[in-house]
């Protein structure tokens, strides 16, 4: 009976460790994103501009991220995509916008999401603003957008890479009720690639 006894009691203080430890890296950068973004819905809360060119950001809903290496638990199908070939190559520059984030009350931040890409092609861009007027009106226009640099981007043939976290902790705190999010993608006359963006999470902590 002591033995036992002595189990149980190595075994409460053992779990309460682990959920201590567990408490402790709970992260709102691992499990807890303020925002989630897979285009189940298509473009709901988003907002697509065309600034140039015919072709534009389109849901794909077959290629999405089938086995997310972020931790993400959406379901695997749909994605934002765009390509700038349409019987050859095409100069586009299109964004594609997320849903304003209230990052006010928040001391850090950070942005991550899967990208997946084929064909030659300037790279996917990703920028963020405060000051954009959102989708009533959607022109980039004047707006200062801010590119996040230091993303891990896809190695081609449409395998998909987790970007990693980017840190936009410069637009948290008090003044930081709107902030969005940008995709910016450019093609040419030469060069028309195919972009695929999935799984876009927002994060924020204090």
């Known amino acids: 009976m002591k033995n036992i006894f002595k189990f149980l009691l190595i075994s409460l203080v053992f779990t309460g460790v682990l959920s201590s430890c567990d408490d402790k890296t709970d992260l709102p950068y691992v499990d807890k994103p303020i925002f989630k ?18 072709q534009v950001w389109t849901i794909d809903p077959t290629y999405g991220n089938p086995n ?34 209230d990052l006010s009350k928040y001391t850090e931040a950070s942005i991550a999401f899967d990208n997946a890409f ?13 000051d954009y007027s959102g989708a009533g009106s959607p022109s980039v226009s004047g707006v200062n957008w801010t590119k996040i640099e230091g993303a891990t ?44 963006i999935d799984n876009v999470k927002v994060y924020g902590s204090n």
């Not at 973004?37 to 015919?54: L, P, Q, R, V």
Request: charged share 15%.
């Open 153 to 196: 981007l896809s190695t081609g043939e449409y395998k998909y890479a987790f970007s990693g976290l980017l840190n936009i902790s410069n637009y948290t705190g008090p003044g930081n009720e709107t902030v969005y999010i940008a995709f910016k993608y450019t093609s040419t006359t030469l060069e028309s690639s195919t972009w695929e």
């Open 68 to 101: 997310p290496n972020n931790g993400s638990d959406f379901p695997p199908n749909p994605c934002a995509k765009i390509s700038g070939y349409s019987g050859g190559n095409n100069a586009n520059v299109d964004w594609l916008i997320s849903p304003a984030q």
């Open 118 to 130: 084929k064909f030659t092609g300037p790279v996917i861009e990703v920028y963020v603003s405060r």
């Open 37 to 54: 973004g897979n285009f189940t819905d298509g473009f709901t809360g988003w907002t697509t501009y065309s600034e140039t060119g015919s």
